[in-house]
């Protein structure tokens, strides 16, 4: 009973946080605040993904999915990451095959970009954050280094493409 209380209260804090990111990712669109940040993040962006065109909303989603990352909304991030990859796969020519978009937006995921650690780590830690902040900028750009020339490297080489 103890755990099914626990997962009710789980269950309803997630659709909570899911709600009002897809909420506020609905205002920043219509606001016009989600081009401006494709707009400014594009240059780095546009090196990392080049096979997206150019104003796609593919790169909104993808740069709001990597900035809740960054600040340590893993929660929110999710309907990011998975909506961007729906817009990939719209624009993927082989519907069977995950693009390089697709993997490097999954890698770049898994790298677990973050800047500001979860509250829970904190909180169940007792730690300030100026005690980890030098810690967790060292591992997240390494993670993301590996992540992005794992992707690059292992995307050009034939073994593992499927052409």
Same mark, same amino acid.
């Given at each position: 009973?103890? $755990?099914?209380? /626990? ?26 605040? *989600?081009? &401006? ?11 990392? $993904? ?20 960054? *600040? ?11 909506? !961007? #990859? ?10 069977? /095959? &995950? ?7 999954? &890698? ?14 904190? &909180?169940? #830690? ?13 591992? /997240? ?5 590996? !992540? ?16």
């Amino acid at each position: 009973i103890d $755990f099914a209380d /626990t997962a009710i209260s789980l269950a309803l804090g997630l659709v909570g946080v899911l709600a009002l990111w897809m909420g506020i990712l609905a205002i920043a669109e219509a606001a016009g605040t *989600l081009h &401006a940040l494709v707009r400014f993040t594009q240059p780095l962006i546009r090196r990392l $993904f080049p096979d997206i065109p150019k104003d796609h909303p593919a790169m909104g989603l993808i740069v709001l999915n990597l900035t809740a990352n960054v *600040l340590g909304l893993g929660n929110a991030a999710t309907p990011f990451g998975i909506k !961007a #990859m729906e817009e990939l796969q719209k624009i993927n020519d082989k519907p069977d /095959t &995950a693009s390089d978009s697709m993997v490097m937006l999954l &890698a770049m995921n898994t790298a677990s970009v973050q800047l500001v650690p979860p509250v829970v780590l904190v &909180a169940v #830690m007792g730690l300030q954050i100026n005690q980890l902040i030098f810690a967790i900028i060292a591992v /997240t750009g390494i993670s993301l280094g590996v !992540a992005i020339t794992a992707a690059r490297v292992l995307g050009k080489m034939k073994r593992y493409r499927q052409d």
